[in-house]
């Protein structure tokens, strides 16, 4: 099977879903040249400025008109070129987008899909580099998407799109590259289901998004050491897989769950509380997480380097978990 | 049009479609009667929440809405139980709704605030102001992906002109060449604070024509006037010549809610500002067109009694089962997966 970029998974499967329903449409500032990281290459030329639409640089009327054109009939997908800007239109998602469907009653359904590119992204400092994943997996009405693979961007991207209720699909800026199998089917992903990524028996690390990686780069050194890491790979926060978290730590009895996002008041601190509530009884330590200090971005590379959650600190966070 | 502020002569009386404006008293007089029982309501316990109400601006309602089709598209505001009747959402459901009861338009979730009826293209008032902007002219932009010749007409206050969506929106409309209605119901209060002394220019109008949006100027008290601009407008945004905002004058009677007294007032502005009643001046149209006063006195008695019959069916109905708090939130993630009340 060929190879894809994350990037191009994410293309190709909005490109597949415009062919496929002629209501989908895109809109977000400077899609016509391509969208800032080129997810949007050449989609106009093909689809036409009314179904890709540039769009002013007005975050709020983005995502409101979104809403809007998504309880008029249409599926549209909205660019906000990072998280850090989707927070000019935390009204339109939040309290309208995710509550028209419930205090209307039901008369109406929000089938938007919201593309917020989320992390530390090359010294891009403290308003082009956050993980805010938590807040939006924290409103009723949302669902949150975080994949780490171009098989799974392109299969999540195509879920939400098709989906009837709002969803926020968060795609890692350090992962636009990224190349890797293709997904096996066009079929779009359930939402809420995790994977095992690497089967261990030592310990479950729950982690998403780019986090996936430096977690399986540590579990590959521990397991030189003999360590035996369970890597789970959420692919979507909310829903989010509990039962495929509950039974993998049932087994390994202990767990420590990995995000690049700030840890307080994390995701982390969600998963963390479940397991604890659920197994207190099974666990031989207490639930662990790692995340990010509470601190913005900062922009030297040292400083950044600072923040970032390595390798090399998920396999200390284990061997703590584990006693060692 | 219509003569001075107390009512119009009999000469220009003769020049409108009296049958048309009695028909629009009768809507004007629903509106007022439905929100004086959403007050007997409210301060009888029955009706809850912050209730906000329109008494004093049924013109802007009626006149707006009555151009539309059905199958047009209204966002309203907070305070926006007359555009919705006005747009034909059935008087018993909105009371259902307004006192939580099974049988209202949202199955008693959103209440006063967020009233809708999505079967006669009424998409919702919005407890945020300025926030109905930006979904309008997304409701626009569907209706050009799917060719249609519907129009949106998207009201606000006075008040919501002093938020980005506004600027936003009406720029976003103007360079897209959406079919948008933009009404700015000025009555002439932000909240309980006095419009006049938190806004900068003149005000809509003014801030439209900076954008090259079209913008008329109309005594919002005025039916004539509104139902006049109105047709106008309608017909050229269904002609594709782009994004109209009518700003309409017209007074809020009472206080920001049922329960503010408006004691911020100035003594004697309410009482002056009542002779300027929008009902009272047309039904001084009419009756010097000929109408006779038993036909106008039956109308109005007939929206009363359908809205106190509402308000007494309302009360008798059952509640909206506890069980809907946790319906229609989403599909995947839905609360009940994810919740139990042990823990």
Avoid at chain 1, 120 to 140: F, G, K, T
Avoid at chain 2, 269 to 277: F, M, Q, Y
Wanted: aromatic share 6%; glycine share 10%.
């Amino acid at each position: 099977m060929a190879d894809i970029t994350y990037l191009e998974a994410g293309r190709l499967a909005l490109a597949e879903e415009m062919d496929r329903d002629p209501l989908v449409w895109a809109l977000g500032e400077d899609l016509g040249r391509g969208g800032v990281f080129k997810q949007y290459d050449g989609l106009q030329a093909r689809f036409g400025a009314n179904r890709i639409v540039d769009t002013p640089i007005s975050e709020s009327t983005i995502m409101g008109a979104a809403v809007g054109a998504a309880m008029s009939g249409t599926r549209p997908v909205v660019e906000m070129r990072f998280s850090d800007f989707a927070l000019c239109a935390v009204d339109e998602l939040v309290n309208q987008a995710a509550k028209a469907r419930y205090m209307f009653g039901g008369q109406t359904r929000v089938p938007l899909v919201v593309r917020e590119p989320i992390g530390m992204w090359r010294s891009s400092a403290a308003q082009h580099s956050q993980s805010l994943e938590a807040w939006y997996a924290h409103i009723p009405g949302l669902v949150v998407t975080v994949p780490a693979t171009p098989a799974d961007n392109y299969a999540l991207l195509k879920a939400a799109i098709r989906s009837d209720d709002p969803v926020v699909h968060m795609e890692h800026k350090n992962l636009w590259a990224l190349s890797g199998p293709a997904a096996e089917s066009d079929a779009p992903a359930e939402f809420g289901r995790g994977v095992v990524r690497r089967a261990g028996a030592d310990i479950t690390l729950v982690t998403w998004s780019a986090t996936v990686w430096t977690a399986l780069d540590a579990a590959a050194a521990l397991g030189v050491e003999g360590i035996n890491v369970e890597v789970i790979d959420l692919r979507t926060l909310w829903p989010w897989d509990r039962e495929l978290v509950l039974e993998s730590v049932s087994r390994t009895r202990r767990a420590l769950v990995v995000h690049e996002a700030v840890q307080a008041g994390g995701f982390g601190a969600e998963i963390a509380a479940t397991i604890a509530e659920e197994l207190h009884h099974r666990l031989e330590g207490p639930v662990r997480r790692l995340g990010a200090p509470r601190a913005p971005v900062p922009y030297a590379p040292p400083m950044e380097s600072e923040l970032k959650i390595t390798a090399g600190d998920v396999c200390k966070a284990v061997k703590v978990a584990l006693g060692r | 049009m219509t003569g001075g502020q107390n009512g119009a002569t009999a000469a220009t009386a003769s020049n409108h479609d009296i049958p048309r404006l009695t028909a629009l008293h009768g809507l004007m007089a629903r509106i007022r009667a439905f929100e004086r029982a959403a007050e007997t309501g409210q301060s009888r316990g029955l009706v809850l929440g912050a209730v906000h109400l329109s008494i004093g601006q049924e013109a802007v309602a009626a006149g707006v809405c009555a151009q539309l089709r059905r199958d047009d598209l209204l966002l309203s505001t907070h305070r926006g139980h007359g555009h919705t009747l006005a747009k034909g959402a059935d008087a018993r459901a909105m009371m259902l709704e307004l006192l939580g009861k099974a049988g209202g338009t949202s199955d008693g979730r959103g209440g006063s605030m967020h009233i809708a009826d999505f079967s006669v293209g009424m998409l919702g008032a919005n407890g945020v102001v300025s926030a109905n902007i930006p979904i309008a002219v997304g409701a626009a932009q569907a209706i050009r992906l799917k060719g249609s010749d519907q129009v949106v007409a998207c009201l606000f206050g006075d008040g919501a002109i002093n938020r980005g969506p506004f600027m936003e929106g009406l720029n976003w409309a103007k360079v897209f060449n959406l079919p948008v209605l933009f009404v700015c119901e000025d009555n002439g209060w932000s909240a309980t604070t006095r419009t006049s002394t938190l806004t900068a220019g003149e005000g809509a109008a003014a801030r439209a024509r900076s954008m090259d949006v079209t913008a008329i100027e109309i005594d919002g008290n005025d039916l004539v006037a509104v139902d006049e601009a109105t047709r106008e407008a309608v017909a050229r945004l269904r002609a594709g010549e782009g994004p109209i905002l009518i700003h309409a004058r017209t007074y809020r009677l009472l206080g920001h809610t049922a329960s503010d007294p408006a004691g911020y007032r100035p003594a004697g502005e309410a009482e002056e500002r009542w002779s300027g009643d929008p009902m009272r001046r047309n039904r001084a149209l009419l009756e010097a067109a000929g109408v006779p006063a038993a036909e106008l006195d039956a109308l109005e008695q007939a929206a009363t009694d359908e809205m106190t019959a509402a308000l007494d069916a309302a009360e008798a109905a059952p509640w909206a089962p506890a069980a809907l708090a946790l319906e229609d939130v989403q599909d995947a993630g839905a609360p009940a997966r994810f919740w139990t009340r042990e823990g």
